[in-house]
């Protein structure tokens, strides 16, 4: 023991530790796979004239009546603190809109506002997951998610759709197969981001059966739901989830809604499941603004008609992807059933990042890497078409500057 500045110092006479830096930074966020998606798309920003298609958003703006809901709210007062889990407005809203499109009675203490749907990604996972934990994901999937499984100190493994000349699908006894004792979860997205693949009921059936059986928990990002292209809707988990199933839904504003800067989504949970998510909301940021909470329930109201002019716009858009890559001869892309990527692989470009910066640099045209979406995804490329058609025209024209037709 010593005495150094009038503290008593012990020290341990078999070992020496170096001591922490109390200004560092968590050594978790040193071991965080890195988004090679977000850089390329920082790369592309940093360049003149760029177009960028990297992002999964669509052009069109925010309906009038939902941003007018807004404002009538602050203008109302709707500005003070509210229920950490949402207005009991929003509840009802979200609960009318299950019984209204999926005709589900679904109590509002298992619906819970969020701020995001990536937030209620990060609810579900905070409230089981812990280190040590296995969570089974299909992949290709938003690397977000898989960043969000890192931050819990979770490890995730993998399990890759396969593909073919018909279309994405699903190995269930290989998603099965890599589930074991330490398995807490699966994440299944679907519709998926980046594949526009989605699992049918009879899939959905097996997947809440195996899982009721080993006593694990799906996580069901089903953001894309309303973006089917030949039905009004996906098949949902909760079609077949009993209300005890160890089940989370993931949802959200931005996309169905033109609502991606609003940042508004919700999660249905089991009933027992609130206390949890509640207490972990109140310590992160006590849920989304009171104000926004209203237009959220405008969109969910009044949104049909906008979903289905969107809807419109993204298959027309769809068509002429297909024409284009069709008659290019080096492209390969399954079309999707739903979401509005192209997802796409040139043949002789094995070097998805390779790629995506030449077309940055050659043609002014700013895509996602493929790899930024699970190792199954490298030389794979993602272009968003919920743009205008003169946009996506340009788009392909400047694409075809790089990827030439043979």
Known sequence: MSISNGAVIKKNDNTMSTPKDPSSFRPLFSTISPNQGAEMLRYGWT???????????????TPDFISEAAVKALHEGKTFYNN????????????TYYATHYGLNMPTNRIYATSSGTTAMHLAMTSILEEGDEVVAITPIWKNLLGAIEITQAKCVQVALDHTDAGW???????????????????????????????????????LEFARARGIWIISDEVYARTMYDVKRSTSFLDHAKPDDRLFVVNSFSKSYAMTGWRLGWLVGPADAEPAVRDIALYNNMGPPTFAQYAAIAAL?????????????WKSNLDLVMDRFNTNGRIT????????????????EPDCLSLTKRLIDEAGLSLAPGCAFGKVSEGWVRMCFAVSEQRITEALNRLELVVKPN
Do not use: C
């Open 47 to 61: 360049k003149p004239g760029i177009i960028s298609l990297a992002q999964g958003e669509g052009s069109l703006k």
């Open 84 to 95: 950490t889990l949402g207005t009991p407005e929003f509840r009802q809203e979200v609960a």
């Open 169 to 207: 699908t699903l190995d269930l006894d290989k998603l099965f197969d890599a589930v074991t004792n330490k398995t807490k979860a699966l994440l299944i997205v679907t519709p998926s981001n980046p594949t526009g693949w989605t699992m049918k009921g009879p899939e959905i059936k097996q997947v």
């Open 301 to 313: 109201r009044h949104g049909e008609s906008f979903i289905a002019e969107q809807m419109a716009l």
């Open 333 to 348: 892309m399954i079309r999707p059933e739903s979401a509005f990527y192209a997802f796409f692989k040139v043949d002789g």
